[in-house]
């Protein structure tokens, strides 16, 4: 295999990620304990973090990893009160870390992806920032494992217990059919992260016009839609993508599991 396969990369299969401290990798990453001043009216938004063994206790597939992307720490009333919420719900067993502008440039920029070697040059050619944080989601979830939330995203009916030991990934249902974007989870090396990114990255390198940049199309929900077909099609599913909900094989035989009415 190619020093470029990844393990749904039909090429070949790689090891799963040696983080032997998720929890300190992420503090570093994202910098919990360098705080910083907010402008008036604006809240700063601490990271919530446990130990590694109760994030990642054993024979559990999808850590206990909480994922919110947004421009700073320093959040309106409003979004620091819904990670509040999140804190309330999650705390006794998911850490939570707030990935801020720089937090994501040192992600995507500062690590050599063997299995994304486009990234930089791709990424180098996006003007919107949407698109950014979607490739950012795909490849964290991909890296890490974990939930990844939009910051307007509420806990509803959502628990500690709602993701059980055994799924490998937890995707809630859009109104439209297809599993959501704006909130999912799954394992380390999911197929669908790694499919999802890459086919966010050649949607992106293709373009006709740079200036293109309709993110719903290019990198967002018409992207994890295609990770999801490509994901059953390893398997020799044919999908459209529009599901209900249900537990799904795919690629190496890894599953998804999608909650919703």
Known sequence: ???FSSPFDPRGRSLL??????????QDLVSTRRKYDCPDGLVYVEDHVLPDNVTHPPGRRTPRLFHVTSKSRCMTQSFASNIEKWKR???SKYSIYIHDDDAVNRFLYQKRWAEFPELKEVMACVTAGAAKADIWRYIMIWEYGGVYSDMDSSPNKFNVDSITDRDDA???LEQLGIPAQYWFAASPRHPVSYLSAKHGLQTLAFRDDISAN????TTGPGAFKTGFILFQAFAGIETTGYVDAGLY???HGRTVRVVGD
Not at 17 to 26: F, R, T, V, Y
Request: no cysteine; hydrophobic share 35%.
């Open 1 to 3: 295999s190619s020093s």
């Open 17 to 26: 990620p040696s983080h032997p401290s998720p929890n300190a990798e992420l």
């Open 249 to 251: 094989e795919g690629a």
């Open 170 to 172: 937890f995707f809630p």
């Open 89 to 91: 719900a999650l705390g």
């Open 214 to 217: 309709n993110a719903a199309k």
